[in-house]
């Protein structure tokens, strides 16, 4: 029996798989994965692993990256509202959002009008409420352009995730004025940097569709390892063996607990598979 046999191993895309922070400051594309974290995964997969990505990213704006991954498991998109297959291109497991979300959204503009949000459908359409400065950085980070509407009414089911794009104490506003209403807790609601804040179905988490891509690939709780940098992998971390961190990681992922490797640029996945070829 290979060694990684029945091992799951997931890692964040953004920061912790690619140093994608400093592509948007510069203005220029996202780096290719490097030859350190590839050598490694390809290591880990040819000696029985399950390698997934575990990213916030929804489709379109995932799709194009993915390709160019050594990934030989469905991965986890959308901050967790979906599992998807990118080798046989479907969804395997889905958690989107119901028709309710359209009576919360005109409750939620009431309080804030001219609130700026993404919203993400199945297929690869990005749809734009409100869109401002954040929406044009999100826009080249992701290579995934936007549709703008006028009206959310306008905007077809189904949806998987909304994303909020204002300074972070106005996201702050409209998470506590979502977390205040009876129907709020039917949505998780995370930040994913500091002007993103995300909301998915309840339940959908990156932690929540790892435990469930690893029952679907048969692997144990205590053999899921996860790796991640921003408040949003902390529930990945929480379901993992052993939760990893690149060095620069956000305070919040540190003060967690995780175990911190090297900083992403230089190749914190590789660090974690190190790791795991002395615990097997």
């Not at 922070?21 to 880990?44: C, H, K, T, W």
């Not at 500091?194 to 179905?201: F, G, I, K, S, V």
Request: with cysteine.
């Amino acid at each position: 029996m290979l060694k990684f046999n029945k091992v799951l191993l997931a890692s964040d895309f953004d920061n912790t798989l690619v140093y994608t922070q400093g592509a948007l400051e510069r203005g220029e594309d996202i780096p290719p994965m490097s030859a350190r974290n590839r050598e490694a995964v390809e290591y880990f997969i040819q000696n029985g692993g399950y390698f997934s990505i575990s990213t916030g990213r929804a489709l379109p704006a995932f799709a194009r990256y993915a390709k160019d991954l050594p990934c030989n498991a469905p991965c986890v998109i959308a901050n967790g509202a979906a599992i998807y297959d990118f080798n046989k291109d479907c969804y395997v497991e889905t958690a989107f959002l119901d028709a309710d979300i359209y009576d919360h959204v005109d409750a939620l503009l009431a309080r804030f009008p001219g609130l700026c949000f993404e919203i993400y459908h199945d297929d690869r359409r990005i749809h734009v409420l409100h869109p401002n400065d954040y929406t044009h950085n999100h826009e080249h980070l992701t290579r995934a352009k936007t549709e703008e509407v006028k009206d959310f009414r306008e905007v077809d089911l189904p949806i998987i995730k909304l994303l909020f794009e204002e300074e972070k104490p106005l996201l702050e506003q409209v998470r506590d004025f979502i977390v205040s209403r009876d129907w709020g807790k039917r949505y998780e609601l995370i930040f994913s940097s500091d002007h993103l804040l995300e909301l998915t179905r309840r339940g959908a988490t990156k932690g929540g569709m790892i435990l469930k891509l690893a029952k679907l690939l048969g692997v144990a709780r205590k053999d899921i390892y996860c790796i991640g940098d921003h408040n949003n992998d902390i529930p990945m971390l929480e379901v993992s063996e052993i939760g990893f961190a690149p060095e620069n990681a956000i305070p919040e992922v540190k003060e967690w607990g995780a175990h911190i490797v090297c900083h992403c640029k230089d190749g914190a996945l590789a660090d974690v598979v190190e790791i795991l070829d002395k615990r097997y």
